[in-house]
Structure formats: structure tokens, C-alpha cells
């Protein structure tokens, strides 16, 4: 009895050790069974391309980026082969060691370049760095089992026939960031993207669209056999409304200035020159920037990455009484014969307002306002219209608004009004505030460009066309023109018109015009002249002109429209701190008309 008792004792506990392991055998298997599931079904997609990218992979081939050229098919932009260095993470046995090698060949920043890397996906290979000489792209070759991982590829960045005539305008390349990864499809860390001017206003034209490459490569990631092609479909060349000859002739005009000048085609606002200094070496950003020099131009007070053309903001001075009295006129608020009296001062209220002539002008109807650029007539016009109508008029011809010009950065600027005074300082608009604002003072800060915009739509009869740089694509279909918008339309009266070509006309020809530096011999054009004041000189008065310093000087302004017997153009000068418009803006007008009158664009 007792072995029996002993016997089915010792089983019972075997049984119970068999059923204990054959649980855990179970579970194991189990386990073992739900891994290889997970593995070989729900991740098959991910194992089978990493698996097949051992030996096939598919690169991107790059689109060429469309050219950009001037109105009349001049190459401004152009492409030029670079070699890049390239690192495919997945290919790389020991990422910080090969980073730690690459730096002594090549002068890149390791922590940068890492975490660009980490940022590209599985094969993708990822820019490092651009421009490599010869003899590294030799010496990487040559030991390129010692660099696992590294491709060396060719890619094309920008070539320009012009290092600053057009820097402004066309903009700079520049490495993708995280936020354009995220707002942009098509990109991976490393590309180029447009940062500025039209290079960026166009990017999605001139990218063109990316193709690819199946191939075949060895252990080392190179490739030893292409297996299929998807070709890559070039980039659009933008074919821009200027003339290059006369954009660079505009920015030597501007050397050792500070300003911008401004023509437009008056029947449809395409800009033929828009040159603005100080201006920067777009060369200097190929194949990349170097840090030196872009801390120069970021930290240069004279901002040379500035387009004062759109994004400086000036009081408009005189010329924005060409407005005043198209104003007047179209509301019928005077005529031409209307008459007011100037003696050098005008008194309003408890303040008075001088006219720049101290001596006064003496009895001044409209025309003799224009040639002589009477401040009186104008504080009087002023009062009578109001500042809602004038506020209207100068809102509706683009003044203190966005032009719609196809660049990006386009500032708005100010033209006051009763709203815009509450807003910004929760206070009433005062009378006294309508007679300096109708001379071009005051709140009023307005850019060359709309100023440009203003005047053509007075002399085209009220049409306010959205300007722009752009004639049109070539696209592998043919020429595409970009379409003209007309933004507004004013009924601007022919008589009003003429009569102010033949008032703007004597500023430049008359006996006491102000303009008469703009003249030229071979043209008839209609100019007006204007002063912007910067702050109060009363404190320089004592002073010679020459002695007051350049940061309190006014600012030099020239509107012009030629030919005055039929317009067809505007141009537009800005001379910061440049002193009386009748000086500096006069002469560097009456010299780009002149050169246009040679280069066959306008005769008498």
C-alpha cells in the first residue's frame, strides 16, 4: 500500500511539472506564432521594399529648373552643373564616424548635417553639402569603401549673367526647411527651393516635376544597372517684362544711392524696369551661402536685401498733388481757372502752414500750382474736398494699398482716413491733419511702385491695372501669356487728363517749372517734381544745405508720363534722403528717358 500511495504520488506530481511545461511549450509556440504573423503580414509592406532596397531602389530624378529671361529672350537665370555630397543613412555602419571622417575632406558643420540626415527616410539620400571641388569629388572616388554610404551626385543650381542688377527682383535659392517640408509636397530635406522675389512667386512654374529611376545596386549602394525610367518634366523659363540693358542701367544710375526707379507700361502696368539699391551678389549663393557674407548683408543698415521699390514706405511729397487735382476736377469741386492766394504762409486755426516759396507765389490757378508746386493752393484744396474724398481717391488709385505686383513681400504702406486714425491712436481725425495730408505729409507713407501705379491710372483714363514682372511662360506647349487684371476703374475725364500732361508738361519745359532737370532734347515729357519731409529741420535751418546730415535730409521724389502728346509710359524715382526732388529724382529720370529714347523706345 505504501509504494502504491508513493507511486501515484510521484505521478500526480509529474503529471502536474508535464502540464506546467506543456503550458509554457504552448505559450512559447503561441508567441512564437503571433511574431512571425505580425512580421510576415502586418509589416510585409515595410520588410519586402527594405529587403528589395538591398537591391533595388528608386531615386529621384531631379526636374531641370526653367530658366528666367528677359522681355526680349535674354538669358537671365540660368542652370550650372555642381557635384553634391549626398549620405543615405541606411547605408552607413556607424553614422557618427563617418561624419567624424567626412570633416576633414570636406567643411561641414557634423551636428547640422546629422540631423538633416535623420530627418530623410530609409534610402533617400540627403544633402550635406554643394559644391564639391575636383579634387575631393577625386579623392572621395578613390576611397569611397572607406566612406559607407556617401553618394556624390551633379546637381544644377542657378548661373547669373548679372551678379546685382536684378537681385531684388529675382530672389536668392535656398536650402528647404521644416516649415516648407510641411506646407510643400514634392520636397525632402537638402532640396532647393526659391526664398525670395520671383524665384519663390513662381516656384511651382519653374520646379518643374521630379521624375525617377529604378535600379539595381551593389553592397555599397552603387548603382550597377538602371532597370526602369520615369523621365523627369522640366520647369517653365518665365519670360519677364524687362529690359535687362535698362535695369542695369537704372542700377548704375543708383550706384552710391539709396532709392529705386520705376516705369511702367501705362495700357497695362508690365513693369520695364524696377531698379532698387543698395542691392546684394546673388552669385554669393551659389552653390550656397556662406555664412560671412550673409551676416554682412543681414546686418548691413543700408539693407541691401531690401526692394525699396515695394517695400520701402515714403511720405509721397508733391507728386501727390497730380492726384489732388485729378481729384478736384473729377468731383467738379474746382476748375482750372479756380484761384487762391498765396503769400507764403496759410492760417488755419491757431497753427500755420508755410509754403515752401517763403515769399509766397502770389495769385495761383491750378496749372500754375502743378508747375510751381504751390503748398497753399493745395492746403486750400485740401479743406474743400475733405479727407474722406481725398482718403477714397488715393485708396482707389493704390495709395496705402497692396498693388497685387507678383513679388512677394509687397508692403502696404499708409493713406490715412478717420478709421485708421481711431485705430491706431483712439483719437479723432482733426482738419489740420487734412492740410498736411494733401501735400503728401503727414501719416502718409506710400512705396515707388504704387506711386508708379497712381499716375498711370490717371493718364490711361482710370484704368488701374495690377502690375506685374511677368510677360508670360514658355511651357513645352508653346508661349502661355500671363493675362492683364484690371484691379479697379475710375472715370478719369480726357479733359482732366490733358489738361494735366500740359500742366505736368510745364514743370518740366516752363520758365519757373520745377522739373526742368528732367528735360530731354529728343522727347516732350510731363514731369512733377516732389520734396519729402523726413522730420522738422527748423533745428537746421541755420545750416548750408550740405551741412545738414544725410539722416535729416528730405527725401527726392520725380513723377513723370511721356510722351506727354501720347503717354504710354510712367516712371518713378525715389532718392532717399536725396534733398529737393527738382535735384537728384529729376536727373536720374530725364537720364533713364534718355536712354530709352535711344534704345528706341519712344520718339517725338
Known amino acids: 500500500m505504501l509504494f502504491r500511495f508513493l507511486e501515484e504520488n510521484v505521478i500526480a506530481k509529474y503529471k502536474k511539472r508535464s502540464l506546467l511545461l506543456f503550458g509554457a511549450t504552448f505559450l512559447l509556440f503561441l508567441f512564437l506564432a503571433l511574431r512571425l504573423y505580425y512580421l510576415q503580414v502586418v509589416l510585409y509592406d515595410k520588410y519586402k521594399r527594405l529587403s528589395e532596397d538591398n537591391r533595388i531602389r528608386i531615386l529621384r530624378v531631379k526636374a531641370q529648373r526653367g530658366f528666367i529671361k528677359d522681355k526680349d529672350g535674354e538669358i537671365l537665370v540660368k542652370n550650372a552643373p555642381s557635384y553634391n555630397l549626398s549620405v543615405i543613412r541606411e547605408d552607413t555602419k556607424n553614422l557618427d564616424m563617418l561624419l567624424d571622417k567626412l570633416k576633414n575632406v570636406v567643411n561641414i558643420n557634423v551636428e547640422e548635417a546629422k540631423e538633416k540626415i535623420l530627418k530623410g527616410y530609409y534610402y533617400d539620400p540627403v544633402t550635406i553639402f554643394r559644391g564639391l571641388t575636383f579634387k575631393q569629388v577625386s579623392y572621395l572616388y578613390e576611397h569611397l569603401k572607406n566612406y559607407p554610404g556617401i553618394r556624390i551626385d551633379m546637381e544644377a543650381v542657378r548661373n547669373y549673367k548679372d551678379d546685382f542688377a536684378y537681385s531684388n527682383l529675382v530672389g536668392y535659392m535656398g536650402e528647404v526647411n521644416d516649415s516648407e517640408l510641411k506646407k510643400y509636397n514634392g520636397y525632402r530635406p537638402g532640396d532647393l527651393i526659391g526664398k525670395t522675389g520671383l524665384e519663390k512667386e513662381y516656384e511651382k512654374r519653374l520646379k518643374g516635376t521630379n521624375g525617377a529611376k529604378q535600379v539595381e545596386v551593389n553592397s555599397f549602394g552603387q548603382v550597377v544597372k538602371i532597370l526602369k525610367t520615369k523621365h523627369a518634366k522640366p520647369g517653365e523659363d518665365v519670360v519677364l517684362s524687362i529690359d535687362y540693358d535698362l535695369q542695369k542701367f537704372g542700377m548704375e544710375l543708383l550706384k552710391r544711392k539709396k532709392g529705386a526707379i520705376v516705369v511702367l507700361n501705362i495700357y497695362n502696368n508690365k513693369v520695364l524696369l524696377m531698379a532698387t539699391n543698395p542691392s546684394y551678389n546673388l552669385n554669393k549663393f551659389v552653390p550656397f551661402i556662406k555664412s560671412d557674407y550673409w551676416k554682412a548683408i543681414t546686418n548691413d543698415q543700408d539693407k541691401p536685401m ?8 515714403y511720405p509721397p511729397g508733391s507728386v501727390f498733388k497730380i492726384l489732388m487735382a485729378a481729384t478736384a476736377l473729377t468731383e467738379n469741386e474746382i476748375t482750372p481757372d479756380t484761384t487762391f492766394e498765396c503769400n507764403g504762409v496759410f492760417y488755419y486755426g491757431s497753427y500755420d502752414y508755410k509754403c515752401w516759396k517763403k515769399s509766397g507765389h ?8 502743378i508747375v510751381e508746386s504751390c503748398d497753399i493752393y493745395y492746403y486750400n484744396l485740401g479743406l474743400k474736398l475733405g479727407i ?6 488715393a485708396h482707389n488709385f493704390s495709395l496705402g494699398r497692396k498693388t497685387g505686383i507678383d513679388l512677394p513681400n509687397e508692403k502696404s504702406g499708409i493713406f490715412p482716413d478717420r478709421n485708421w486714425k481711431e485705430k491706431a491712436f483712439d483719437q479723432p481725425w482733426y482738419p489740420g491733419e487734412t492740410v498736411i495730408t494733401s501735400i503728401g505729409q503727414g501719416y502718409s507713407n506710400v512705396t515707388p511702385l504704387q506711386m508708379a501705379v497712381m499716375l498711370s491710372g490717371v493718364f490711361n483714363g482710370g484704368m488701374i491695372y495690377q502690375p506685374s514682372l511677368v510677360k508670360g511662360f514658355e511651357t513645352t506647349d508653346g508661349f502661355e501669356a500671363k493675362p492683364v487684371k484690371i484691379n479697379k476703374k475710375i472715370d ?15 514743370a518740366v519745359y516752363g520758365l519757373h517749372g520745377t522739373a526742368h532737370r528732367a528735360r530731354v532734347g529728343e522727347v516732350k515729357i510731363g514731369g512733377k517734381t516732389g520734396t519729402a519731409q523726413v522730420v522738422s529741420l527748423k533745428k537746421f535751418e541755420q545750416y548750408e544745405k550740405g551741412e545738414v546730415p544725410e539722416k535729416y535730409r528730405d527725401h527726392s521724389w520725380f513723377g513723370g508720363v511721356f510722351p506727354v502728346d501720347e503717354p504710354r509710359y510712367v516712371i518713378v524715382s525715389l532718392i532717399e534722403h536725396g534733398g529737393s526732388g527738382g535735384h537728384s529724382a529729376a536727373s536720374i529720370s530725364g537720364a533713364v528717358i534718355n536712354k530709352m529714347v535711344k534704345m528706341g523706345y519712344v520718339s517725338d
Do not use: P, Q
Not at 531690401?306 to 514706405?313: K, T, W
Not at 502770389?362 to 500750382?369: A, Q
Not at 474722406?388 to 481717391?393: A, L, N, P, Q, R
Open 388 to 393: 474722406d474724398t481725398i482718403s477714397k481717391y
Open 362 to 369: 502770389g495769385k495761383v490757378d491750378l496749372k500754375k500750382s
Open 492 to 506: 478719369i475725364d480726357n479733359s482732366t487728363r490733358n489738361f494735366l500732361l500740359n500742366a505736368m508738361y510745364n
Open 306 to 313: 531690401l526692394n525699396r521699390a515695394i517695400e520701402g514706405s
